[in-house]
């Protein structure tokens, strides 16, 4: 039995996911992704698995959570600051990381894309929300959900209560986002101090190091490319 009937076994999908054209996202994103996503993100559509585990989507319904938004070109340009500075230890070259989801409590998933020709063959990579540790699962997005959603596999990182529901998915209500490509602002090189010094001036809480939380990076952005 393959991981995604496993994974649909375990969660069972909605009905009714809106379509996804996939030429045009993977045109839109430069690069080619893994079958096993493409799959599973038709079968599901925008959602979360457990309340808890976030996986972008093409039709994510914010750009927080959109696989064509902001965010992963976001998250790469501010694990590369922290990478390049020696500040903010990351056990992958950051060019190799792509995010693919988020947790409610903040931590971000990645496929480590590498070798970049070969998507089938990614792993995954979760790192600490609020802290230096890394977690690596050495197999595909939906072998990583489907492991983890059985109790086999067991992320340190995530809390431990995650199972006592037992595994679900949830579709997002939100109103659907057609992919779109990323802003122009997206990736842009990240002044930490500055954008901490931004965020409390307009009234949010940000840790004096480590990493930056996404609502706060994503306000920024749309506070900066537009002259604000």
């Not at 080619?32 to 989507?57: E, V």
């Not at 954008?195 to 190091?209: E, F, I, L, M």
Request: overall charge negative; glycine content about 10%.
């Amino acid at each position: 039995m393959t991981s995604f009937n496993d994974l649909t076994r375990l969660s069972p999908p909605p009905a009714g996911p809106p379509p996804v054209d996939w030429d045009t996202v993977e045109n839109t994103l430069g690069m080619r992704l893994p079958d096993d996503y493409k799959q599973m993100a038709t079968t599901y559509g925008p959602g979360a698995f457990c309340g808890f585990i976030n996986i972008y989507h093409p039709h994510g319904a914010t750009e927080w959570v959109n696989l064509t938004g902001p965010m992963p070109a976001t998250i790469r340009a501010q694990l590369e600051q922290g990478h390049d500075r020696g500040t903010y230890p990351v056990p992958y070259d950051p060019a190799d990381l792509f995010a693919i989801g988020v947790t409610d409590n903040g931590e971000y998933l990645f496929w480590i894309t590498d070798p970049a020709t070969e998507p089938d063959a990614w792993g995954i990579a979760v790192n600490e929300a609020r802290g230096p540790g890394w977690y690596t699962f050495d197999g595909t997005l939906t072998h990583f959900l489907a492991s983890v959603l059985s109790g086999e596999t067991k992320v340190p990182l995530f809390p431990s209560d995650l199972l006592d529901q037992g595994a679900f998915f949830t579709p997002s209500t939100a109103a659907r986002r057609d992919p779109e490509p990323a802003p122009p602002s997206a990736g842009r090189a990240i002044d930490g101090k500055a954008v901490r010094a931004w965020a409390r001036a307009n009234g949010y809480q940000v840790p004096d190091r480590g990493r930056i939380p996404a609502d706060v990076l994503t306000a920024w952005e749309q506070a900066t490319s537009s002259g604000a």
